[in-house]
């Protein structure tokens, strides 16, 4: 069965950088893109950014160009979102989410969703 | 890119019908065949009810139905029952970027 599991809660300072990482098992790898999605407390989903497992090709939301990094290993069906500069305001759970189609916005299987905590 | 606007909240008894606009530009909803819906419980991972505008997932149930008129896409639940409470938030595509909706909140009274 299709799954992506993500890595666990992650606490930096204001400055730092995070990692968070998206196995994903139960399918091609390389045949769908990977999307990552965030949601700040109280606040509403915000798209950050695709990566295109075949070949690694990213798009980044302008909100996010120059601090974000998506990266993948397909020796391990990883997607990885390094997201650096952090700030209070990127306290969020961030998700990955899959779709088979560029232009389709993410689909039909999320991951569980990382809470990254920016704090001093 | 500005985020696609839709209602705070909608509410409706059960059995009875809302519908969730989701207002965007030409550049992203009024231009694209790609506009998703999602339902949203916090601290859960989104749930795909609507894709490419109006098709539905196998297991979501078809009392959820998607449409588009011009720059507006729309989400309307039918017969509203008690476990369709959550936030819904629209997508689409926006010429190699993607942008959500602000995000509405159902409550079933």
């Known amino acids: 069965q299709v799954q992506l599991v993500q890595s666990g809660g992650e606490v930096k300072k204001p400055g730092a950088s995070v990692k968070v990482s998206c196995k994903a098992s139960?399918?091609?790898?390389?045949?769908?893109?990977m999307h990552w999605v965030r949601q700040a407390p109280g606040q509403g989903l915000e798209w950050m950014g695709v990566?295109?497992?075949?070949?690694?090709?990213?798009t980044y939301a302008q909100n996010f160009q120059g601090r974000v990094t998506m990266t993948r290993d397909t020796s391990t069906s990883t997607v990885y979102m390094e997201l650096n500069s952090l700030r209070s305001e990127d306290t969020a759970v961030y998700f990955c989410?899959?779709?088979?189609?560029?232009?389709?916005?993410?689909?039909?299987?999320w991951g569980q969703g990382t809470l990254v905590t920016v704090s001093s | 890119q500005s985020a696609l606007t839709q209602p705070r909240s909608v509410s409706g008894s059960p059995g009875q019908s809302v519908t969730i606009s989701c207002t965007g530009t030409?550049?992203?909803?009024?231009?694209?065949?790609?506009v998703s819906w999602y339902q949203h419980h916090p601290g859960k991972a989104p749930k795909l009810v609507i894709y490419d505008v109006t098709k539905r997932p196998s297991e979501i149930p078809d009392r959820f139905s998607g449409s588009k008129s011009g720059n507006t896409a729309s989400l309307t639940i039918s017969g509203l029952q008690a476990e369709d409470e959550g936030d819904y938030y629209c997508?689409?595509?926006?010429?190699?970027?993607?942008?959500f909706g602000t995000g509405t909140e159902v409550t079933v009274l």
């Open positions: 139960g399918y091609t790898f390389t045949n769908y893109y």
């Open positions: 030409s550049s992203d909803v009024g231009g694209s065949n790609y």
């Open positions: 997508c689409s595509y926006a010429g190699s970027l993607f942008v």
């Open positions: 989410a899959r779709t088979f189609i560029a232009a389709r916005p993410p689909g039909d299987y």
């Open positions: 990566i295109n497992p075949n070949g690694g090709s990213t």
